[in-house]
């Protein structure tokens, strides 16, 4: 099964907002709120950011906030800061043979 | 504090084998589901294998079923991945991960602790 979709890359400037979609289907994003996005810096390990759709884990900064409509989960950031430049990928459950997608990641630039 | 260190990360060659660990520290480790992604170079994150908190439940990615075999000994807080038969398309960093707990499958749930990562490299 295609990895969930995601915009290849994606910009803003310090203090404003993005956001970041990540389209799956009915037999995954659409169909369960078992959507994940993860933070990675160049040359580091992956970070939950968001989990079950719009929960941030402890720590996470909430300038971070998920949601999701359809088959469209979306990450947005707020106050953009400069740290926040980095890939975010989406993961999410699927009731297909796959049981778990991750999306292709987009690189944000804070310029 | 809450870590995982991966080891065993080689260069092998095509069609041969290697066994990764994932050694836990800091928090209860046999209370948790574990799972491995690998990332190829310049590429995405690709879900691998999973494993409930007490062994007895496992799952693997398609690419890699029948290949790998994810295992864990909670005795000693280690996580393992061995792997058979290995491919030029197996070269990756391999992450081990901790799944976030929740009531259900734990194939559901987001990852939300993960190791630096060790190197596997397929090729003649």
């Known amino acids: 099964q295609s990895a969930l979709t995601q915009p290849a890359s994606v910009s803003g400037s310090p203090g404003q907002s993005i956001t970041i979609s990540c389209t799956g289907t009915s037999s995954d994003v659409g169909g369960y709120d078992y959507v994940s996005w993860y933070q990675q810096h160049p040359g580091k390990a992956p970070k939950l950011m968001i989990f079950?759709?719009?929960n941030r884990p402890s720590g996470v900064s909430n300038r971070f906030s998920g949601s999701k409509s359809g088959n469209t989960a979306s990450l947005t950031i707020s106050g953009l800061q400069t740290e926040d430049e980095a890939d975010y990928y989406c993961s999410s459950y699927t009731s297909t043979p796959t049981l778990k997608l991750f999306g292709g990641g987009t690189k944000l630039t804070v310029l | 504090e809450v870590q995982l260190l991966e080891s065993g990360g080689d260069l092998v060659q095509p069609g041969g084998s290697l066994r990764l660990s994932c050694v836990a520290s800091?928090?209860?480790?046999?209370?948790?589901?574990m799972s491995w992604v690998r990332q190829a170079p310049g590429k995405g994150l690709e879900w691998v294998s999973a494993i409930g908190s007490s062994g007895e439940s496992t799952d693997h990615a398609d690419p890699v079923k029948g290949r790998f075999t994810i295992s864990r000994d909670n005795s000693k807080n280690t996580l393992y991945l061995r792997m058979n038969s290995l491919k030029a398309d197996d070269t990756a960093v391999y992450y081990c991960a901790r799944v976030h707990p929740g009531r259900g499958w734990y194939i559901y749930y987001g990852l939300d602790v993960w190791g630096q990562g060790t190197t596997v490299t397929v090729s003649s």
């Open positions: 800091g928090f209860t480790f046999s209370s948790y589901a």
């Open positions: 079950d759709v719009s």
